[in-house]
């Protein structure tokens, strides 16, 4: 398994996008991820409230991460399908996510991602929870050229 998380932590760590963000990998183990952004005004949307693209886009990174924890070497993931119920604007000094496989398998491996705004006391508030189903491909054959 070991193997697993470390290409799951080289799957989190090499998105361009992702790290643009700033998002930050908190926690990994078998079938979970939890992930963290501090917050800044280029993650607002014009009311000041954090962009539900940002929340969007770290509910679905974590649970792909998650998700790679418990697929094979010669494997990788694709969002199939991916729903999000934003409960309440978020607003604070963190995003946190927790993501967690709820049922992994051959073809398709659902997940599912909790969105936390945390404030200056660390106290989190759910704002927002995804539900993610992967597609479980095997990576393309790179050819000499």
């Given at each position: 398994m070991q193997k697993s998380i470390t290409e799951a932590r080289r799957?989190?760590?090499?998105?361009?996008?992702?790290?643009?963000?700033?998002?930050?990998l908190e926690q990994l183990e078998s079938g979970i991820c939890h992930?963290?952004?501090?917050?800044?005004?280029?993650?607002q949307q014009q009311d000041g409230f954090v962009h539900a693209g940002v929340q969007a886009t770290l509910a679905d990174h974590?649970?792909?991460t998650a998700a790679v924890t418990l697929i094979g070497d010669h494997q990788m993931?694709?969002?199939?399908e991916?729903?999000?119920?934003?409960?309440?604007?978020?607003?604070g000094k963190r995003l946190v996510c927790k993501s967690s496989v709820l049922k992994p398998g051959r073809v398709l491996t659902?997940?599912?991602?909790?969105?936390f705004a945390e404030?200056?006391?660390?106290?989190q508030r759910l704002v927002a929870k995804a539900t993610v189903t992967l597609a479980v491909m095997?990576?393309?054959?790179i050819e000499d050229q």
């Open positions: 799957v989190f760590d090499v998105a361009p996008f992702i790290a643009d963000l700033g998002c930050k992930a963290s952004i501090e917050l800044t005004e280029k993650h974590c649970a792909g993931v694709l969002t199939a991916f729903k999000i119920n934003l409960l309440r604007a978020a607003k659902v997940a599912e991602s909790e969105v404030d200056e006391n660390k106290k095997n990576k393309p054959q």
